[in-house]
């Protein structure tokens, strides 16, 4: 216990714990700390062996590649004193050997890598042709099928206007009432998560988004808007990281995959599990959509390429 004290002495910094350390410690323990003490890197900095060896880490348990020091620093620093970590390498062995799904320490990871960048009714053109054209599709030939439900996953929902629109696209546009729509959306931040499924959202994120939407399908909330609960009822929102194989298959499988923005944010093996895991969890016939300036070439030769009226989609064969 005496040896922890003084190897971790130097990021104390505390005159008051100096004076009591010194006191039990023999002549050269003394020196020892003094040594430390001189060598230990402001604030403890992150250095380029941590820096290669967390950025690995961070690779394969989000999938996110963080080239830069001092943004692999920023985003994981409070993590350090959340869980009374004293170092980097520590915090490195903790994530590679202590850190299993559903961890506090991996959740609060993901809350620190996830940059939760979304917006209501974005891809335009891609969500009117999915509503337009491909559901009703899958509708037809699944219902043959005995079918009773189309279910839509959304990956890496942030807090929840992406699965809110797709909602509210399938109650203003998709007029069939031989199958029941219901949309999924999952991330693995639990910070995001939770904002979602409270739905209230700020006027500003509104201002490009037709006005019949937010007068049908959102009430006041103090000056904010609260998605209103005919569409809360159609979306589920839960917790699945998309590189996880064991995890996707818990939800079942879907007609509909939506990946936007993921794909170009991943490491290549990411990409690649990532397109396993989706493939794995679509119905045969089923569609992948992914963002609009993103490809799945070199990624995975699985799906069949399709478009429809300039977007391109990917079939499960």
Known sequence: MKNYFIQTFAQNKSDFLEKILKAVVSPRQARLIDRLKASQPDEKGMNTEEALVLREIVAQKCGVEIHDKKTLEQKLGRNLGRFFITSWIEY?????????????????????????????FGEARQSSVLVSTILPELIENRVKEGAKEIRVLCCG?????????????????????????RVVGTDISHICLNTAKRAIYKREMFRQVDQ???????????????????????????????LNAEAMEELGEFDVVICRNLFSDFSQKA???????????????????????????????AFRLQTFDKVVAYRKL
Not at 158 to 172: K, Q
Request: glycine share 6%.
């Open 92 to 120: 490195y062995h903790s994530l590679r050997y202590g850190a299993e799904e559903g961890s506090d320490l991996l959740a609060s990871l993901y809350d620190s890598i996830t940059n939760p960048v979304t917006e209501f």
């Open 157 to 181: 929902v942030s807090f929840g206007p992406e699965a809110y629109s797709m909602a509210m696209s399938v109650l203003e546009d998709l007029h069939s009432d031989k199958a029941k729509v």
């Open 212 to 242: 019949k939407y937010t007068d049908l399908y959102f009430e006041d909330d103090r000056g904010d808007l609260r998605v209103k609960d005919q569409v809360k009822n159609l979306v589920d929102f839960k917790y699945a990281n998309a």
């Open 271 to 301: 990409r690649e599990r990532m397109a396993e895991n989706i493939y794995n969890i679509l119905v045969p016939g089923g569609v992948l959509l992914i963002g609009g300036k993103e490809t799945l070439y070199n990624v995975t030769k």
